[in-house]
Structure formats: structure tokens, C-alpha cells
């Protein structure tokens, strides 16, 4: 276990030491002291390491994540876990607004609340909230899955593309071309696995489905008004 | 046509109105027909004042030009050395400008690349990431980074010379973007993640930052992650120049990307490409004064683009205050894009040469924006190169050709006081002397 | 473009500490903000007096026999108490206006800083690490108060210019964001008599929240109404004598982030300005909702989920 502080060691001597390390590295366990909400802490890492950050985060806290799992033993701030390629973000407290914003891979697993925009136009990313998120989630969203325990603010899904959303609670309003979708064998098999995988433990059967009515895909002048 | 009535009165002749003209009512019908505006690409057509609105003064006796072929005139730049350990080196001050794999062919992007590459220049990727074609052959990639980040990963920007963030084009300061279906080819959509044939649209405003006290927090992520190595760059339009790079200049930028209204081969609505934004001769003074202002002018370096087509055009960029320039429309042309070679195709499209300005629908008959197989065989990218590097090297030597004649041993060394204006917009945009006198309008002290 | 910070006290033993806690809040948000930086205290209040808290470039020269012949245009005992470019003048209460009018005939270059019975507004161009060492914030006391540090977009970086703008007695707003229709709120604001002292688009902000309290709204009602009628982002951090209230414009993309203890509840842009502050890792932490009033008051239980009267 590799323990570093991060008011002494300062940002750049943090990041660059987890950069150091390769897909073969043998310090994979790595815990950084004293967060105190700076920005960028962890961000660009490419190794199957295991970071644990102690305390909360401020903006893009492993941005662009490959490979490694990294903690928060906090509360996220905005754009955590941006552009996630792969690997695993484990938030204990709530995450700020654009939590996983354009993802393309990888899952997101929040224990408290999300805020505004989670998932905005996210690629590919799983996110798992087990509490609620905030309005705008999910614009633009063209693919990967949403997964909310509680409820979702306004305007869920917005002009989303092929992105999946399964809320347990009340959905405030859907935005423009999201629709309340079946629940079919096949998605509570999905939901299931996702669930499992961020260790949350809720029925699937609880959840509501919902994704694009694909009527924004190729304009038509009667939809005008959505865009 | 008759001219007279049954009795004998003669008609008044027909007479077009200023105010609808044939293209103004053309443009009525199609909406008509079609209920949802014109989208185009080709940047601002209309006439607005411009750098052929300026001329060098040249020396004779009270100056002394240097000897061309013996006195060197030099035309290297060094861009983003104020954070980044690696920054870029050029030869010449012209640089490609931002164009998307999917708007262009990859054979396309491939001679920019090679054309830039001999030319000793950088070319830019657009949205929709990076291709394998584009980086093998460019010595120096510029990386976009963009509101959609299509095709955005950590690899590819680990892999580039420069980030570029995206904050707005020329051709739509403050709007998004807009592929339409017909082009998302199946290659297209896996690098953006979509289903095959929808449009595609663009966001206006990047998904996890608004403003510049933001726009600092992610410019030192993009740092963080590749290391404190590469120049971030950061693109505005020509909308509020002075504040914008003001504002790119506090939030950390390397280097500013300022884009006039004639610039873009985005495709956007044409109401958007024709009244929003300001021309590229407007822009450029408020903004070299912001950097004057904030003591960065020559340490963030500034790259002018929007309509620049010459060697002409890169010296009066410079000597207005612009570190380098970019160029896009003039690349596709170099390239072979709108020749009319290609007359009867261009006819067929409902257009002539020299006016194809469709190139999102993927219909290029030059095979340069499009993503169709067929067409894509009409070019051939190592041709497409040697093109663009004869075209780069004519422009530098023109730029030469004018510094020199104004007795500058470098292209840098070009200055506004070079200049006079032939039209007093154009005096009073530039801040130069119309030409016989010693007055622009607004010049201090002179109670306009 | 800013950073904004706000502590609002619920136990009395803090408030002593008032101006060392926000000092320190204020610092953490020098990056968002290096233009200028400003703060309002909410601090003691004297019977019978209010207090109008006075700026001048030239302080030596201007301060100097200001509180004699105040006392002489208003007939009534005034004091003065000078902080660097600063000056908190004690007048008479109810005699604002006339003090403000008479200042303006004996110092026209003296600018108002703020007024009110406990409110003192100090603001300036520089670091706010160098703004409130001048100012020696750290050794102010008081139940709440509220800090500002800017990144200028399109007005000028200058004293005035800076916020936090004072809106009516003892109020005071600062903003992150860019209003998109101040110039013809500003000139309907001047056209209704308001005066509108800057360029700056967040003094008609305020502005617009004083013309419509002067038209009898409640603050609450006049930040609602606010969310119809400015156009632009904005997240809004209000102070009045006995508390603050939070709004953010239906978009919400400017940060905003609220924790809250028994001994108090701390406004700061990002997470980081409250770090230092006590007791934090058991604080409940929040993002305030979009379009939503949310207010605390010292006259009432404070209550988070409270909206504004």
C-alpha cells in the first residue's frame, strides 16, 4: 500500500507518480491524504491499480479513467470520472453535476445523490446512483446505462440517442424524445448485472425503463419546436 | 416580351427588387418546401471588408528592403512555450486549420497530414477524434477537443502535439454542429458512438464546464493528464474578441485560436454563417490589444483564421499583431475541392464549381468531404499532399516576398505601421492610415 | 466569472471568528477569481445609528474632517472610523439619503460603499489575499457575511466595479455568471429611477432585486422574480440583515455547493472554500436546486429546506 498526502506532495507529484505506473506494476494499492476538494486529483490514470482518496474531490477527479478503480471516501465534484474509458469510480458521498460526462466506458457507482447533468451525452459508461440525480441527466445521451435508485430530476434523457435509463423512483419530467419504455427479460437480465456489479442491492423488478422514442433521429419539420 | 399593351402603351421594363432578389426568393421557396433552414458549409460569402482592403508600403529610400534569394527572411514560430515543456516548432506561420474525419474523407486528412508535414507545419483533427491516417502522416497533430467529444480518448490526446479546446468556429460563434444523416457512414458512427444514418447534432456549449473561472479548472485537467507536455490551445470565434482572449488568456491557455465569419467549413445553418460573428479583419486588433493589455502578446501566441488565402493575407495577419494563421477552405481547394474539372458534376448537384459549398452532404464529386467509397477513389492523397505543400510554400513565399520588400529579416517583424488602408472600414478596423493621409477613424485625438 | 463564499452563523461563540473563517474561504477562491475581491459583514448594530460605509482613492486627503462636516449637513452626531480606503460612518438613523446627498456636495469623489444598520461592504481591485489583509477581515466579527472574488468578463476591473454590490439597506448581492440582457434591464432600472453606478451586469442584479422591493415585493418574491425576468447564468448569493438566501437560473450550470452544521450553514462555489471550516466532514453537504429560493434567517429557525418569505 502506497500512501501519499497530497497538500505535501502537491498535485503534480501525485499524478505523476500514478502515471509512473504500468499495466504491470506491482504497487497497485495507493491511498491519497488530504483531497481537500483540489481539482484534477487522479485523473488520466492507465494501470489496473486500486486508488483510494481520502476525503472530497473537486472538479474532473479521475477524468479520462483507464483500468484503474478509484474511491472516493467523500463527496465528488463536478465532472468526476469525465470521459471514462474503463475501469471502475466508487463515490461514498454525493457527486456533483456532470458526473461521468461523455463516458465512453467503464461504470460510475455513486452512494449518495447525483446532481444535474449525470451522465450528460454519455458513450458508453455505466452509472449506478443509489440515491437521486439532479435535472438534464442524461442529455444528449448515446449510449451506455443510467441506473438510478431514487429519483431523477426534470428534463431526464434529453434528446438522447441510444442511451438506457431505469429510475426505482419518480422522474420529475422527461426531456425532448425520451419515452417510458417496456421492461423486457432481457433488461431486467442488464439491470441486474449492472446492480451486482456496483454492489447495490435492489430488485430490478422496482425499476422503470426509459430511452429515446428515436423521433429526433432525422428532422421532420412537425418535431421542430424539440430541437 | 411584349413592351407595349393592345393600345399601344409602352410597359414600364420589368424591374428586380434590391430587397427580394432571385437568390433572397429562391431561399423563401426552398423553406417553403421544406420547413427547416439552409445548412452549408463554406463560411460568410456575402462581402465584407477585408485584408484586400489593406496594402504594405514597401521601402525605398527612408527604408531598405532586403535582397530576395541572399538576405534571409525568416518565417519559423514557436507556439504554447509558456506551460508546456514540448512546444511546437513550425517553419512557416500557416497552419491547417480544424476539419472533422466525417466531414473529410480519411484520404483526405491523410494529405493534409503529408502536405503539412513537408511544409513543415501542423494540421488540426476535428470532432469526431482522431484517425490512424491523420496522425501517421502529420509530424504535428493538433488535437480538438470539442463540446460532443466524438472520438474523444485519453490515447489519442496523449498522442497529439497540441490540445485545442473548442470554445467556437468562425462560421457559428455560440452554436453547435450538425452532421446530417447521409454522411454517418458505418465507420463515422463507431468512432461517435451513434447509430448508422440519424443526424447528428453537435452540442453549442462543452458538457462539464461554463466560463472561463471553469475553463481554468479544465485546462489544468487536460495538463495533469498529459503531463504538463503539450501547448493547450483554446479556439474562439470572432464574436467579443477582446474579452474572449482576455478570458482564454486568465483561464491558462498556451495559445488563442481566434476564427472570423468567412472562416469554416463547418456545416451550420446559413443564417448563422452570415450574420453572426464579426469578419477576420475586425477581430484581429481588439484582440492583439487584449494580450498588449495583459503584457502576453508574443508569450500566448495568437492564430488567425477566416478567409486566408495567401501570402499576402499571412503578412497582413502578422503585421496586425497574429503569431500565425490557419487555413481551411484554402486547404480543401489546394487539395482539388471546387475545381472545374469536375464542371458537369457540380451541375448535376444543382451548383458550379467554385460555389459547392454542400460538403456535409457527402456528395463532394472532388471526393474530399465525403465518406462514399466511390467518390473517395477520385483522390489520391499523396497527389492531395504535394498539392498542399506547393500551395504552403507559395504563400510563404509571398509573406516573404512582402516582408522583405519592407525590409523585415522576420515575418514576425512585420508591424501595423507597415500597412494603409485602401477603404475607411477598412482604416477603421485595422487601425491603419487610409492610404495618402495619416488618419483612420477613431484614431485618438482626432475628435472622431 | 467568479468564486463566491457565505457563512451564516447559528451559534453565537463562532461569530467571533466570523472574519478569519470567511477570509480564509475567500483565499481558496483566488483562481476563479484574481480580479478583485470584496466582502459584507453583517457585524453590531448601535441604537439610533445607522452605518454608510464610504470609499475614496485619496483617503488621507478625503477622510480627513469628513465625519465634522457630515455632522454639520445632517445636524446630527456622525463618527468615522477609517480602514485603509475605507471609511464606516455612523449617522444618524433614517438619514441616508440626505447623507448620501450631502456627500455628494462636500466629497464628490467618495463612493458609497454600502448602508445599512450592521451591514459594512469593503471591496477592491487586487488578490483577495491582499484585499483582506488590507482591510484586516481576519479581525472582523459578526452573525453572517458574504465574499467575492471576480474574474472580470466584460466590464472593467475597477473598486466599483467589484462586488459585493449593495442593494438597499443593509442587503447586498454577489453573482457568478454572465447576464445576457443587463443592458436594457439597466436602462428600464435608470428609466424607473434606480441608480446604477457601473457598467457591470451584476449591479443591475441587484439593482433590478432593490426597484422591486421598492415596488413592495419581499426579497423572496423579488428572487423569484428575478428568475423570470434576467436572462443569463447566474447563481446569486443575497444578504440582508438576517441572513442570506441562494438562487441559481433554471440552467444551474455555475457551481454552487452548501454545507450545514448545527453551528452553521456555508455557501461556497466549489467544495474546497469550506474545507477549513469546522466540523465539515460531518456537515451535510449540497448542491442548491435550479429556479429554487432557498433562504436562511437568524429571525426565524433556520431551516434549509425553507423558502424564501
Request: aromatic share 6%; charged share 20%; hydrophobic share 35%.
Amino acid at each position: 500500500m502506497q500512501t501519499v498526502d497530497l497538500q505535501e506532495m502537491g498535485l503534480r507529484g501525485v499524478n505523476a507518480a500514478l502515471h509512473a505506473q504500468s499495466d504491470d506494476t506491482n504497487q497497485t494499492a495507493w491511498t491519497i491524504e488530504n483531497a481537500k476538494g483540489a481539482h484534477a486529483i487522479a485523473c488520466g490514470l492507465d494501470a489496473p491499480i486500486e486508488v483510494t482518496v481520502k476525503g472530497s474531490t473537486g472538479y474532473y477527479c479521475a477524468g479520462m479513467n483507464q483500468q484503474a478503480t478509484v474511491n472516493i471516501h467523500g463527496s465528488a465534484g463536478p465532472g468526476t470520472g469525465e470521459n471514462i474509458m474503463s475501469g471502475k469510480i466508487v463515490i461514498e458521498g454525493d457527486a456533483s453535476q456532470y458526473l461521468g460526462a461523455t463516458g465512453h466506458g467503464g461504470m460510475i457507482v455513486v452512494k449518495g445523490n447525483a446532481s444535474s447533468r449525470c451522465g450528460i451525452s454519455m458513450k458508453g459508461v455505466n452509472i449506478v446512483v443509489q440515491g437521486n440525480i439532479g435535472h438534464m441527466s442524461a442529455f444528449m445521451g448515446q449510449s451506455g446505462n443510467l441506473v438510478v435508485c431514487g429519483d431523477a430530476g426534470d428534463a431526464l434523457g434529453d434528446s438522447c440517442y441510444e442511451a438506457r435509463f431505469f429510475v426505482r423512483g419518480s422522474v420529475k419530467s422527461l426531456g425532448a424524445d425520451c419515452v417510458k419504455k417496456e421492461m423486457r427479460e432481457e433488461h431486467l437480465t442488464l439491470l441486474q448485472g449492472l446492480l451486482d456489479e456496483a454492489g447495490i442491492d435492489a430488485d430490478p423488478k422496482d425499476f422503470t425503463r426509459y430511452g429515446s422514442a428515436r423521433n429526433l433521429y432525422n428532422f421532420d419539420v412537425d418535431n421542430a419546436a424539440a430541437y | 416580351m411584349k413592351t407595349h399593351d393592345a393600345k399601344g402603351i409602352p410597359h414600364t421594363s420589368p424591374r428586380q427588387s434590391a430587397t427580394f432578389t432571385q437568390d433572397i426568393n429562391s431561399d423563401i421557396r426552398r423553406a417553403a418546401a421544406t420547413g427547416i433552414y439552409d445548412i452549408r458549409g463554406g463560411g460568410a460569402k456575402r462581402k465584407v471588408p477585408s485584408f484586400d482592403d489593406l496594402l504594405f508600403m514597401g521601402a525605398s529610400i527612408s527604408r531598405y528592403p532586403l535582397e530576395g534569394y541572399r538576405e534571409k527572411c525568416e518565417t519559423n514560430v514557436t507556439i504554447g512555450g509558456l506551460n508546456a515543456s514540448n512546444p511546437i516548432e513550425l517553419d512557416i506561420p500557416v497552419t491547417i486549420a480544424g476539419m472533422s474525419f466525417g466531414a473529410l474523407s480519411g484520404p483526405a486528412k491523410e494529405a493534409l497530414g503529408r502536405g503539412a508535414s513537408m511544409a513543415g507545419t501542423s494540421t488540426t483533427t476535428g470532432d469526431g477524434g482522431m484517425t490512424p491516417e491523420e496522425r501517421g502522416h502529420s509530424d504535428k497533430l493538433v488535437y480538438q477537443y470539442l463540446p460532443s467529444r466524438y472520438g474523444m480518448n485519453p490515447n489519442d490526446l496523449r498522442k497529439a502535439d497540441a490540445i485545442e479546446i473548442v470554445v467556437g468556429q468562425g462560421a457559428k460563434p455560440g452554436g453547435g454542429g450538425m452532421l446530417l444523416g447521409q454522411k454517418i457512414s458505418d465507420r463515422v458512427a463507431h468512432m461517435r458512438n451513434l447509430p448508422k444514418g440519424i443526424d447528428q447534432r453537435s452540442a453549442c456549449r462543452h458538457p462539464d464546464w461554463t466560463g472561463p473561472d471553469d475553463l481554468e479548472i479544465k485546462i489544468l485537467e487536460l495538463r495533469e493528464i498529459t503531463g504538463w507536455k503539450v501547448p493547450i490551445y483554446v479556439k474562439v470565434a470572432g464574436a467579443r474578441p477582446y474579452y474572449d482572449v482576455t478570458l482564454a488568456v486568465k483561464a491558462g491557455a498556451d495559445a488563442v485560436v481566434l476564427d472570423g465569419m468567412q472562416g469554416g467549413t463547418a456545416a451550420t445553418q446559413d443564417v448563422f454563417i452570415e450574420h453572426v460573428g464579426q469578419p477576420t479583419l475586425a477581430i484581429i486588433r481588439p484582440a492583439v490589444q487584449a494580450l498588449q493589455d495583459l503584457g502576453m502578446h508574443r508569450k500566448v501566441q495568437l492564430i488567425l483564421s477566416g478567409g486566408i488565402r495567401s501570402g499576402a493575407d499571412v503578412a497582413k495577419a502578422m503585421a496586425l499583431g497574429a503569431d500565425a494563421v490557419a487555413i481551411g477552405t484554402a486547404a480543401l481547394i489546394a487539395l482539388g475541392d471546387n475545381d472545374p474539372k469536375w464542371e458537369a458534376e457540380y451541375n448535376a448537384l444543382g451548383t458550379t464549381a467554385g460555389a459547392y459549398d454542400d460538403w456535409h452532404e457527402g456528395q463532394d464529386p472532388a471526393g474530399i468531404t465525403t465518406q462514399d467509397s466511390e467518390l473517395m477513389k477520385r483522390f489520391d492523397p499523396i497527389e492531395g499532399g504535394r498539392r498542399l505543400r506547393n500551395y504552403l510554400k507559395v504563400m510563404t513565399l509571398e509573406a516573404q516576398t512582402i516582408a522583405r520588400a519592407c525590409g523585415k529579416n522576420h515575418l514576425h517583424n512585420l508591424e501595423p505601421e507597415d500597412l494603409v488602408a485602401l477603404t475607411m472600414e477598412a482604416a477603421a478596423m485595422a487601425k491603419v492610415p487610409l492610404c495618402g493621409t495619416d488618419w483612420y477613424p477613431g484614431k485618438p485625438g482626432t475628435g472622431y | 466569472m467568479c468564486g463566491i463564499v457565505g457563512l451564516f452563523l447559528k451559534d453565537k461563540s463562532l461569530e467571533p471568528e466570523l472574519g478569519n473563517m470567511l477570509t480564509s474561504m475567500l483565499i481558496t477562491m483566488t483562481d476563479r477569481g484574481p480580479d478583485s475581491a470584496g466582502i459584507a459583514i453583517y457585524g453590531n448594530e448601535t441604537k439610533g445609528s445607522s452605518k454608510m460605509t464610504v470609499q475614496s482613492d485619496a483617503p488621507e486627503l478625503e477622510f480627513a474632517g469628513l465625519e465634522s462636516a457630515l455632522s454639520d449637513a445632517l445636524g446630527g452626531k456622525v463618527s468615522m472610523e477609517v480602514i485603509s480606503t475605507h471609511a464606516v460612518l455612523s449617522i444618524p438613523a433614517g438619514s441616508f439619503e440626505k447623507a448620501r446627498a450631502a456627500l455628494s456636495e462636500i466629497r464628490p469623489n467618495v463612493r458609497v460603499m454600502s448602508r445599512g444598520d450592521t451591514l459594512e461592504i469593503y471591496k477592491e481591485v487586487g488578490l483577495p489575499k491582499d484585499v483582506a489583509e488590507q482591510f484586516n477581515v481576519t479581525s472582523m466579527t459578526g452573525t453572517h457575511g458574504i465574499g467575492h472574488t471576480r474574474m472580470a468578463t466584460e466590464s472593467a476591473i475597477t473598486t466599483m466595479g467589484a462586488h459585493p454590490f449593495n442593494t438597499g439597506d443593509d442587503q447586498c448581492l454577489v453573482h457568478n455568471g454572465s447576464l445576457s440582457n443587463h443592458n436594457s434591464l439597466r436602462r428600464k432600472l435608470r428609466r424607473e429611477g434606480i441608480h446604477i453606478e457601473t457598467e457591470n451586469d451584476t449591479e443591475v442584479g441587484a439593482a433590478y432585486l432593490t426597484w422591486k422591493m421598492r415596488e413592495g415585493a419581499t426579497l423572496g418574491e423579488a428572487l423569484e422574480s428575478s428568475l423570470n425576468d434576467l436572462d443569463g447564468f447566474f447563481t446569486f448569493l443575497v444578504g440582508t440583515k438576517d441572513g442570506f438566501g441562494v438562487v441559481r437560473d433554471p440552467i444551474a450550470c455555475k457551481p454552487a455547493v452548501m454545507a450545514e452544521t448545527d453551528q452553521y450553514v456555508a455557501f461556497g462555489s466549489e467544495y474546497r472554500a469550506l474545507v477549513n471550516l469546522p466540523g465539515i466532514e460531518e456537515a451535510r453537504v449540497w448542491e442548491p436546486e435550479p429556479a429554487t429560493v432557498y433562504f436562511w434567517s437568524h429571525n426565524v429557525a433556520p431551516n434549509s429546506a425553507e423558502k424564501a418569505a
